[in-house]
């Protein structure tokens, strides 16, 4: 026999699971419990690599399958069965494994309407405060109204799971995939969402204040009446999102992409829209641009508009453009500051130096070149209304 049919042949007897000899190959023994790396590859072994903590004992078993076993299939409306109830890694690996049923369908009354959808698990109200939920698949799972604050969900899979009003507070959702899933009125505040799939995602009404949603995928999400003040958009897909009476003042949208996107009375107060990117048939009907009584202005330079329809826009509430009041503001705010280590000498209102001539020349400058910009955007606007 050469040596390459040996090489085939043992490689046919380990995928067999057996050895030279024509034995069973011994399976891997249950590890003890403080045995971390040997029970992932125990839970490998058995086709379940997304499992890494000791199963649970009996008694653990036979506390969550009688909660489970009082949830009706039938319901006249969502009821918390988990309300408070404290669950760690260890009872989700156990319940994904054992308990989940993807096809499972749920009939719920609305308004005296029949409904149904697809749930997996219900774990609704469930306390899974700060637990390591990262890689598990968790698509479907009813978690309404649960505690996750702080929970890490790095690359968990909840596909059209159900959120509505969990909280969500400085949760880890770092590249999590949570395409069609239903997060109306959650909280997220504070949340790192960065490069997170959220396609079709229903969030509206959802609260993402100061979140980091940059390079995250939100094409056709819905996030009506959102609260995305001061969140981290950049380079973020919104083609097709529903972002109607959105709060996105003070929101970073450089580089995001909003072709398609539903705009409609949004507030984009103080937000930065450099280099987004608009088209034809991108809505802006009454959009809030500024805030003049408080100063608060979008900052819109090299914004690609690509043929979005601008007669829809109030343009006569600006007076400014956010760039040229932050070109105002470092004009007064160079005064207030030692320019160099040079010899600073105070006069009756301004710090003065050797140097400040020249910054003040210079900021001139930029507010001119702002204001000309502002003056072209103008007759640019003029020139899209009058055809």
Not at 325 to 334: D, F, G, L, M, T
Not at 360 to 370: A, D, F, G, P, Q
Request: aromatic fraction near 6%; charge should be negative; include cysteine.
């Amino acid at each position: 026999m050469s040596e390459q049919d040996v090489t085939h042949s043992s490689t046919k007897q380990r995928k067999s699971g057996r050895t030279s000899s024509g034995k069973q190959a011994p399976a891997i023994q249950r590890p003890a419990n403080d045995d971390t790396e040997g029970w992932k590859a125990f839970w490998k072994e058995r086709g379940q690599p997304w499992r890494t903590e000791p199963e649970i004992d009996k008694d653990r078993q036979q506390d969550l399958e009688r909660c489970l076993a009082n949830i009706p299939m039938e319901r006249e409306k969502d009821i918390l069965f988990f309300d408070g109830f404290q669950l760690n890694r260890n009872d989700i690996e156990w319940l994904l494994a054992t308990q989940k049923k993807p096809d499972r369908i749920v009939y719920f009354n609305i308004d005296n309407e029949q409904r149904q959808r697809r749930e997996s698990l219900a774990l609704c109200g469930a306390n899974l405060h700060k637990v390591n939920l990262s890689g598990l698949p968790m698509d479907r799972v009813n978690l309404l109204e649960a505690n996750l604050e702080g929970a890490n969900l790095r690359e968990a899979h909840l596909e059209e799971a159900i959120l509505i009003r969990a909280h969500l507070e400085s949760a880890d959702l770092t590249g999590v995939y949570l395409e069609g899933a239903y997060l109306g009125e959650a909280h997220l505040e504070g949340a790192s969402i960065f490069k997170a799939h959220l396609g079709k995602a229903v969030l509206n009404g959802s609260h993402l204040e100061k979140t980091n949603l940059s390079m995250t995928d939100l094409r056709e999400a819905y996030l009506i009446g959102a609260h995305l003040e001061c969140t981290d958009l950049r380079f973020t897909h919104l083609e097709e999102a529903r972002l109607m009476q959105a709060h996105l003042e003070g929101a970073n949208l450089e580089n995001a992409h909003l072709e398609s996107a539903n705009l409609t009375e949004s507030h984009l107060e103080g937000a930065t829209l450099c280099n987004a990117f608009f088209d034809r048939a991108t809505a802006l009907n009454n959009i809030t641009l500024c805030n003049n009584k408080e100063q608060v202005f979008a900052r819109l330079a090299d914004l690609s508009w690509g043929d979005a329809n601008l007669a829809v826009v109030d343009w006569s509430q600006i007076t400014m453009l956010g760039d040229e009041h932050e070109a105002r503001n470092y004009k007064k705010e160079i005064y207030q500051k030692k320019i160099n280590r040079g010899k600073v000498i105070k006069t009756e209102h301004v710090w003065w130096s050797p140097k400040s001539r020249q910054f003040e020349t210079n900021i001139k400058v930029e507010l001119s070149h702002t204001r000309i910009s502002l003056l072209l955007f103008q007759v640019y606007l003029c020139g899209c209304l009058i055809c």
